[in-house]
């Protein structure tokens, strides 16, 4: 299933309601099946994403569209609205990315 799987420590940080990894950090994987598409959103200064394997495309109306594949970095500023993340091709079923924002 497509879907995002936070790294939330909040409850070591002892951060409350908000979710995160780090004080000024969070950082989730995602996962996007071969054909779908997720939507990631955060109300950050900026959004890193690291392609683990996988390749597709991510596209916002921001910013447009980025292409990447399986070792591709990629940073977008500070979005309005989501982030759409299609997998085209991918090993074991679907995209992974690594994702890390400043919306804590």
Request: with cysteine; proline share 4%; aromatic share 8%.
């Amino acid at each position: 299933d497509s879907r995002i799987i936070p790294f939330d420590l909040s409850a070591l940080l002892d951060a409350g309601d908000h979710a995160c990894t780090s004080p000024n950090l969070m950082a989730s994987f995602v996962r996007v099946e071969v054909g779908d598409s997720l939507e990631t959103k955060a109300r950050a200064t900026s959004q890193a994403f690291y392609v683990i394997r996988g390749s597709g495309v991510s596209a916002s109306m921001d910013h447009g569209k980025v292409r990447w594949c399986a070792g591709d970095l990629f940073v977008l500023p500070t979005t309005r609205a989501g982030v759409v993340h299609e997998c085209v091709e991918a090993e074991l079923g679907g995209a992974a990315l690594y994702w890390i924002h400043d919306e804590p």
